[in-house]
């Protein structure tokens, strides 16, 4: 059963700590992409991955990094250095540059 | 500065009439569109795209128009049930930004029995 699969569904975060999101898919897919979503607001490029070992930072990277050693996973760190990290964080796919599959997100949330 | 803007963040229709999401971005590079449609805590799934050398796209109740000289795209769902009820999500691309697309706010539609 292919698909993307995001985990934990559920974090929280305390001051001053950095938390990973995990983002693994088995669709074979080449590129990742991680975007965060907040209310009333579209979703927002963190970063992106076209292939294994490299990866760019989208339009709102700061106090994010990400790595890319396996062409299946692509997991996302939160940083101390983002300071309103509490967001809805969808990970997405594509075997090209046209359509993204997204998994289910994670939800952060600051204690 | 957002590039892909969709105006109503609501919209209610009653079953089994039309309800038309409209889109507007500023982009003129951007050569694809998508709607992707989200139910809470959930990621967006896709529902139908169209390319610019199109100006229509059908799938079954959904229909994508597209309008380039106005900058203008609109999804028709019809006729409209109640599982539709939804956050519907505009994005566009460009063919020189590979795979970066750029969302819409999203329009909340609630079909009523």
């Known amino acids: 059963d292919g698909g993307i699969t995001q985990s934990p569904k559920y974090l929280f975060r305390k001051e001053g700590q950095n938390v990973t999101l995990s983002c693994e898919q088995n669709?074979?897919?080449?590129?990742m992409y991680w975007y965060r979503q907040d209310p009333g607001q579209g979703l927002r490029l963190i970063y992106y991955?076209?292939?294994?070992?490299?990866?760019q930072k989208g339009d709102i990277a700061e106090g994010y990094s990400v790595s890319r050693e396996k062409k299946e996973s692509f997991p996302l760190t939160v940083t101390s250095a983002q300071k309103n990290p509490t967001a809805f964080y969808l990970c997405a796919s594509s075997i090209s540059d046209e359509k993204l599959f997204f998994g289910s997100g994670t939800q952060l949330s600051v204690l | 500065d957002q590039q892909v803007k969709q105006n109503s963040p609501s919209l209610s229709v009653q079953e089994g009439r039309i309800s038309i999401l409209n889109c507007d971005y500023t982009n003129s590079m951007f050569d694809y569109f998508l709607w992707y449609k989200k139910y809470p805590a959930e990621g967006p799934t896709f529902l139908i795209s169209i390319s610019s050398i199109k100006d229509k796209n059908e799938d079954g109740r959904f229909t994508v128009f597209l309008n380039k000289s106005a900058k203008h795209l609109s999804l028709h769902i019809v006729p409209s049930q109640p599982g539709d009820s939804a956050v519907y999500f505009c994005a566009a691309s460009a063919s020189d930004s590979w795979g970066k697309l750029q969302f819409g706010a999203g329009t909340q539609v609630v079909v009523t029995p």
């Open positions: 669709l074979n897919h080449d590129a």
């Open positions: 991955s076209q292939i294994v070992n490299d990866f």
